[in-house]
């Protein structure tokens, strides 16, 4: 096998683990639905409105991994499966995730999505320690 041969099966080689990476992981477009169809939204907060209450990032809904560039998603009316990382902001500016102890302690937050209705979602600080939260829907409203 000469060099050029050699090259070629490692790029192929690397390829088929990417696609292997990839056929297990959906995209948000699978589990969310035209905010034309019967639908509820779910969103984040996009800023500190009560103490101990803090923004979120949606990471998954239903097992399927979101991308986080959206703060809202539209969702079939039903029992849904929330993943929420909390980001903690501090006076100075400062912003900060939980540890890993946190991410795999928390539950999946489950919530109940009805039509017509805007579910807006935060992570609520139990305590003084960044780990021992709530995710919390801070606002059920009818969609606009």
Known sequence: MNLKEANLKSAKTKLALLAALFSGVAFSSS???????????????????????FRVSISEIDGVLINNSNNAYWLAPGMHKIKLVPIFEHQTGTIKTTGKKSRTTHPLFELDVKEGRTYTLAAKLEGSRLYNWTAVVHKDEATK
């Open 31 to 53: 589990v969310t639905v035209s905010p034309n169809e019967p639908s509820g939204k779910i969103r984040t907060i996009v800023s500190q409105p009560a103490n101990k209450l």
